[in-house]
C-alpha cells in the first residue's frame, strides 16, 4: 500500500530558529500533500494543502510567512517553521494524496516539536 | 456550521466487551466519512472509507455503517490492542474536510 514517510519524528529546537519538517510519498505521486497540527488529545486541524508546483493554500488563521510550505516534487513536501516560538510546540502530521479530486488518507506518523 | 462530532470521548472496555463509537456530522453534500486509528505519537492510520448511506465495511473485529447523519464504528469482542483513538473525518462540498476530536478507547485485558 501507499507509504508516505515523515522526518524528524522528534526535534527540539531553540526560540527564534527554524525547522524543517519533511514529507515523503515513498512509492507513489503525490499530486496533493497536507499538514496537519494536532494539540494533546484533541483532533487534528488542517494548517494548509499543497499541490505540486504551486503556491499552498492555508486555511484561515494559518500565518503563511511563519509556516512555510514547499511541495517541489511529486514526492517530497516540506514545511518549515520559521522563528519558532513555544507556542509552536506541537504535533505536525502531513498526508499525501494520489489524486487531485482525493483527500489525502496516507499520513505520515508525525514530528513532535518541542521549542525551548 | 458544518460540524463532525464523535462520542463518547473515551471509552474503557473489558476484553470481549463489544460496543459501538459514533460518528455524528451535520454537513451537506457528503463525499466521503472516513474513520483512522490513531496510536499515540504516531500519525493516523486508515480503516475504512464510507460515500453513501447504508454502506458497511468490516476489517477484522471492526464494522463500518453509514446512515445520513452519523456513522457507526463497531467494535466486535475487542483485544487490549485496539486500543488507542479512533478518529473520524468527513469530506464535503469542495473536497473540504473536518476531522472529529476523537473517542479514546481502553480495553482492559
Known amino acids: 500500500g501507499a507509504v508516505v514517510s515523515q522526518h524528524p519524528s522528534r526535534v527540539i529546537c531553540k526560540s527564534g530558529t527554524s525547522v524543517k519538517i519533511e514529507c515523503r510519498s515513498l512509492?507513489?505521486?503525490?499530486?496533493?500533500m497536507f499538514w496537519y497540527r494536532q494539540f494533546p488529545k484533541q483532533s487534528l486541524m488542517l494548517m494548509a494543502t499543497s499541490n505540486e508546483g504551486s503556491k499552498a493554500t492555508y486555511e484561515q488563521g494559518v500565518e503563511k510567512d511563519k509556516f512555510l510550505i514547499n511541495h517541489a516534487s511529486l514526492t517530497l513536501s516540506t514545511l518549515t517553521v520559521t522563528s519558532a516560538h513555544p507556542e509552536d510546540s506541537s504535533f505536525y502530521i502531513c498526508?499525501?494524496?494520489?489524486?487531485?479530486?482525493?483527500?489525502?488518507?496516507?499520513f505520515g506518523s508525525g514530528t513532535r516539536l518541542t521549542v525551548v | 456550521e458544518d460540524q463532525v462530532t464523535q462520542s463518547p470521548e473515551a471509552l474503557r472496555l473489558q476484553e470481549g466487551e463489544s460496543s459501538s463509537l459514533n460518528c455524528s456530522y451535520t454537513v451537506s453534500g457528503l463525499r466521503g466519512l472516513f474513520w483512522y486509528r490513531q496510536d499515540p505519537g504516531k500519525g493516523p492510520e486508515f480503516l475504512f472509507t464510507l460515500y453513501s448511506a447504508g454502506e458497511e465495511k468490516e476489517k477484522e473485529r471492526l464494522k463500518a455503517t453509514l446512515t445520513k447523519k452519523e456513522s457507526f464504528l463497531h467494535i466486535t469482542a475487542p483485544k487490549p490492542e485496539d486500543s488507542a483513538t479512533y478518529l473520524c473525518a468527513v469530506q464535503w462540498g469542495n473536497n473540504d474536510m473536518r476531522f472529529g476530536a476523537g473517542t479514546r478507547l481502553t480495553v482492559k485485558p
Open positions: 498526508s499525501a494524496s494520489q489524486g487531485a479530486n482525493n483527500y489525502g488518507y496516507t
Open positions: 512509492d507513489f505521486q503525490a499530486t496533493t
